[in-house]
Nanobody
Framework: QVQLVESGGGLVQAGGSLRLSCAAS????????MGWFRQAPGKEREIVAA????????SYAESVKGRFTISRDNAKNTVYLQMSSLKPEDTAVYYC?????????????WGQGTQVTVSS
């Protein structure tokens, strides 16, 4: 089992920045790919960014390309999401998730989420 805890959410004005962190604990000896997701009120959850264990394979949703950066520090079992040039439409609960590295579908572990609110 892997436990994931997000932090770093909050209220920020449009154009501002936030950095989310996701700390993993438990069975962290395995290699996990990580993803950041978000869910806005009344909308389906969507993937924002993903990163493989090695950190060399990264993908972003089109809506955040050029504004968000995902990174990881495997020594600290932590994944980050640096969010810049935030827009009101980025307002959502942000979740991190983990799956065994190499799998292409489904995430096995989820955090509890952290709220990001961007005011206009």
């Amino acid at each position: 089992q892997v436990q994931l805890v997000e932090s770093g959410g909050g209220l920020v004005q449009a154009g501002g920045s936030l950095r989310l962190s996701c700390a993993a604990s438990g069975r962290t000896s395995s290699a996990y790919a990580m993803g950041w997701f978000r869910q806005a009120p009344g909308k389906e959850r969507e993937i924002v960014a993903a990163i493989r264990w090695s950190g060399t394979s990264i993908s972003y949703a089109e809506s955040v390309k050029g504004r968000f950066t995902i990174s990881r520090d495997n020594a600290k079992n932590t994944v980050y999401l640096q969010m810049s040039s935030l827009k009101p439409e980025d307002t959502a609960v942000y979740y991190c998730a983990a799956r065994i590295d190499g799998r292409t579908t489904g995430y096995d572990y989820w955090g509890q989420g952290t709220q990001v609110t961007v005011s206009s």
